[in-house]
């Protein structure tokens, strides 16, 4: 069992990702719009406004795709699958988009 992890800053990738996973028999995908941390210290602390440029210019997109793939050949095709997907986009990556798998021991629903 695996905890796929997907990092998204092209919005175009989020629908690609999802419908992978819907294909891949792995349709309970959660995602989150998120920010980087260093974004919110620029903005919430002044003092921090330096840090501007450790943040890649152009992200203006942000999501997390998180969901557990019970089946550990069907977790390593998503993978395979969605680092595809970038490649296939523009050719090449640019390295913005990160996606990876974490083992899970246990899950509970409750």
Known sequence: MQLFLAILHRE????????????????????????????????????????????????DFSSLVVCVIEDDRLAGEALEAVSRLEDGQRGESDGLNTVM??????????
């Open 12 to 59: 175009e990738l989020l629908d690609e990702v999802l419908s992978t996973l819907v294909e891949l028999e792995a349709p309970d995908a959660v995602v989150v719009e998120s920010r980087s941390g260093l974004e919110l210290l620029e903005r919430d602390l002044p003092i921090f406004a330096g840090l501007r440029s450790l943040i890649p210019s152009g992200i």
């Open 101 to 110: 798998l974490v083992p899970v021991s246990a899950v509970h629903h409750f």
